[in-house]
T-cell receptor, first 111, second 115 residues
Framework: DAGVIQSPRHEVTEMGQEVTLRCKPISGHDYLFWYRQTMMRGLELLIYFNNNVPIDDSGMPEDRFSAKMPNASFSTLKIQPSEPRDSAVYFC?????????FGQGTRLTVV | EDKVVQSPLSLVVHEGDTVTLNCSYEVTNFRSLLWYKQEKKAPTFLFMLTSSGIEKKSGRLSSILDKKELFSILNITATQTGDSAVYLCAVEPRYSGGGADGLTFGKGTHLIIQP
């Protein structure tokens, strides 16, 4: 398996634009997590899914953030409208048990 | 709210030294504690600990958990420049439904090994 695949790897966008981050989990993993990493706050859990169903979205910072998992092999994290303070590295991770495998991340810069 | 505190925040040592990284936590309904190593990109898994007092070992790295005092340590012996990374500690609470839950991470310890 190629591991967790995220796209794009880098995104630079202007404030107010919509941003969509994509993730393909490891086949067979039934948990999918979205994390955000910044220097100030470290790695923060935003939302996670179990069997494509959102379980806990209490980490989603605002209504501007939304996540979907339409099937077992694909998830998106959308920010609309984006703001400069959303600049961070966004990681997707998947797991079968407790050990989460991380994708390479999407570095988002909102100018 | 679940909380993970790691210390020190950064550490610079010479190759060959032994280092100990600390992680203390507060979590409702503990399930496991995990250690990750993060170099330039994604965190990579090192250890998962669920029981007190049982050391997990992988080469020069080892880790142990104390569930009574709510902490874990990660030891690296005979350090090498390739050990330079951010080491992240995370706790996993037990979801009310009995399954896994999202990880709460500490800020990490930035370890630099000088030749």
């Amino acid at each position: 398996d190629a591991g967790v695949i995220q796209s794009p790897r880098h995104e630079v966008t202007e404030m107010g634009q919509e941003v969509t981050l994509r993730c393909k989990p490891i086949s067979g993993h039934d948990y999918l997590f979205w994390y955000r990493q910044t220097m100030m706050r470290g790695l923060e859990l935003l939302i996670y899914f179990n069997n494509n169903v959102p379980i806990d979205d209490s980490g989603m910072p605002e209504d501007r953030f939304s996540a979907k998992m339409p099937n077992a092999s694909f998830s998106t994290l959308k920010i609309q409208p984006s703001e400069p303070r959303d600049s961070a590295v966004y990681f997707c991770a998947s797991s079968l048990y407790s050990e989460a495998f991380f994708g390479q991340g999407t570095r988002l810069t909102v100018v | 709210e679940d909380k993970v505190v790691q210390s020190p925040l950064s550490l610079v040592v010479h190759e060959g030294d032994t280092v100990t990284l600390n992680c203390s936590y507060e979590v409702t309904n503990f399930r496991s504690l995990l250690w990750y190593k993060q170099e330039k990109k994604a965190p990579t898994f090192l250890f998962m600990l669920t029981s007190s007092g049982i050391e997990k070992k992988s080469g020069r790295l080892s880790s142990i958990l104390d569930k009574k005092e709510l902490f874990s340590i990660l030891n690296i012996t005979a350090t090498q420049t390739g050990d330079s990374a951010v080491y992240l500690c995370a706790v996993e609470p037990r979801y009310s439904g009995g399954g896994a839950d999202g990880l709460t991470f500490g800020k990490g310890t930035h370890l630099i090994i000088q030749p």
